[in-house]
């Protein structure tokens, strides 16, 4: 008898303690309790704590364990890195507070203190950031000028010379990536819309071929496909580079993207919700950033979730997730799923959305 209660009680803590589990229960839990967490902080913990040690026991947790972990994020940031090490911190002193567990190897890590710029970005700076095009000169091969002088002279006292971002040569046509949204409006401010202006009507008033993208073209994919179509009808099309490697931070781990699929997967399918659904939420979306990453997010995890529906059919199966709901399903059941009142279930942005650095750091 003890020993099939030590078993028992074994099997629920196998279930109940991994990270994924734990990590969900207390979100629930501070929602419970009228503490919810800020959208931001959510996306930590699913994303990177529950996403990269989704089937670690919080109470048999090591410190090769958390050395992985702190390695994998800082390989997409310094930030990332401190953000996790804290929500990580966050979730052992959660349990060290229940009883769950008595100490933690995370105690002996340190979270780094704020990270001191050794300057701020100028404004022009981060404007450049914003022009993603840049690449398509090594990624396509085709020719280009990076802001050149404009070939008519346009210096006065209101203005300097004016330098276009991009110069095609071979097809004689200028491009100019602008930071604004769908009515033109900048979060740069009003003189960054007049120089919007002003520079359509130089061009206008000279008559030199102008294509434009802008930042709500980038959040929303279309800003590089509408550029394509304008290269190629002027006798440029692109041509594609496969051995070419990127620039940048790498891309999302096979492990994390894994993590964060199965995830949201266990959302969707314990929320009872389609992907027709899902695609009406994406696309009722208002903010550019989350349409974009919700619309990419969706796109990936339809066609996961298609060949994982493809083989439970083909093996005559069904999952653990179908379980539980065919269960809940039953005639007598009191339980039901609920539709659209989580924000996880009812929003892919919850998960899809990437990581942000807060702007404050919680109590651990």
Same mark, same amino acid.
């Given at each position: %008898?003890?020993?099939?209660?030590?078993?028992?009680? $074994?099997?629920?803590?196998?279930? =109940?303690?991994?990270?994924?589990?734990?990590?969900?229960?207390?979100?629930?839990?501070?929602?419970?309790?009228?503490?919810?967490?800020?959208?931001?902080?959510e996306?930590?913990? =699913?994303?990177?704590v529950?996403?990269?040690?989704?089937?670690?026991?919080?109470?048999?947790?090591?410190?090769?364990?958390?050395? !992985?972990?702190?390695?994998?994020?800082?390989?997409?940031?310094? =930030?990332?890195?401190? *953000?996790?090490?804290?929500?990580?911190?966050?979730?052992?002193?959660?349990?060290?507070?229940? +009883?769950?567990?008595?100490?933690?190897? &995370?105690?002996?890590?340190?979270?780094?203190?704020?990270?001191?710029?050794?300057?701020?970005?100028?404004? =022009?700076?981060?404007?450049?950031?914003?022009? &993603?095009?840049?690449?398509? +000169?090594?990624?396509?091969?085709?020719?280009?000028?990076?802001?050149?002088?404009?070939?008519?002279?346009?210096?006065?006292?209101d203005?300097?010379?004016? @330098?276009?971002?991009?110069? /095609?040569?071979?097809?004689d046509?200028?491009?100019?990536? /602008?930071?604004?949204?769908d #009515?033109?409006?900048?979060?740069? +401010?009003?003189?960054?819309? $007049?120089?919007v &202006? *002003?520079?359509?009507?130089?061009? !206008? $008033?000279?008559?030199?071929?102008?294509?434009?993208?802008?930042?709500?073209?980038?959040?929303?994919?279309?800003?590089?496909?509408?550029?394509?179509?304008?290269?190629?009808?002027?006798?440029?099309?692109?041509?594609?580079?496969?051995?070419?490697?990127?620039?940048?931070?790498?891309?999302?781990?096979?492990?994390?993207?894994?993590?964060?699929?199965?995830?949201?997967q266990?959302?969707?399918?314990?929320?009872?919700?389609?992907?027709?659904?899902?695609?009406?939420? !994406? &696309?009722?979306?208002?903010?550019?950033?989350?349409?974009a990453?919700?619309?990419? /997010?969706? *796109?990936?995890? $339809? @066609?996961?979730?298609?060949? *994982?529906? @493809?083989?439970?059919?083909?093996?005559?199966?069904?999952?653990?997730?179908?379980?539980?709901?065919?269960?809940? %399903?039953?005639?007598?059941?009191? /339980?039901?799923?609920?539709?659209?009142?989580?924000?996880?279930?009812?929003?892919?942005?919850?998960?899809?959305?990437?990581?942000?650095?807060?702007?404050?750091?919680? #109590?651990?």
């Open positions: %008898m003890e020993k099939r209660r030590a078993e028992a009680k $074994e099997a629920d803590a196998s279930k =109940s303690l991994v990270m994924s589990t734990y990590v969900a229960d207390y979100i629930e839990r501070r929602r419970t309790e009228r503490k919810p967490l800020i959208l931001q902080h996306r930590i913990l =699913s994303r990177d529950a996403g990269l040690m989704p089937d670690v026991r919080i109470d048999r947790i090591t410190t090769a364990d958390i050395d !992985a972990f702190l390695k994998e994020l800082a390989l997409r940031s310094i =930030s990332a890195r401190t *953000w996790g090490l804290i929500y990580l911190k966050v979730i052992l002193n959660d349990a060290k507070r229940r +009883g769950t567990i008595v100490a933690s190897p &995370a105690d002996a890590y340190t979270v780094p203190d704020k990270v001191v710029r050794e300057r701020v970005l100028r404004t =022009s700076e981060v404007q450049r950031i914003l022009e &993603a095009c840049r690449d398509n +000169g090594t990624t396509h091969g085709i020719v280009y000028s990076y802001e050149r002088e404009y070939e008519h002279p346009t210096a006065t006292l203005h300097g010379q004016y @330098r276009p971002d991009f110069f /095609f040569p071979d097809i046509l200028y491009h100019e990536h /602008f930071a604004i949204d #009515k033109g409006r900048s979060h740069f +401010g009003r003189q960054y819309e $007049e120089g &202006a *002003w520079k359509r009507r130089l061009h !206008a $008033e000279r008559e030199t071929a102008l294509v434009e993208t802008t930042s709500h073209q980038i959040r929303r994919r279309q800003a590089l496909p509408h550029l394509a179509d304008v290269l190629a009808q002027r006798g440029q099309p692109l041509k594609y580079d496969r051995n070419r490697r990127s620039k940048g931070p790498p891309p999302i781990g096979d492990r994390e993207l894994a993590g964060l699929i199965r995830t949201f266990q959302h969707v399918k314990g929320g009872g919700i389609t992907i027709d659904q899902l695609r009406t939420a !994406a &696309a009722a979306e208002t903010d550019d950033v989350d349409a990453r919700s619309e990419v /997010f969706l *796109w990936i995890y $339809e @066609r996961i979730a298609a060949e *994982w529906e @493809r083989q439970l059919t083909h093996g005559g199966c069904i999952d653990f997730d179908d379980m539980l709901r065919r269960c809940a %399903m039953r005639p007598g059941s009191s /339980f039901r799923p609920i539709h659209g009142r989580s924000r996880n279930q009812s929003r892919p942005r919850t998960i899809a959305k990437g990581y942000r650095s807060p702007h404050s750091r919680p #109590k651990t």
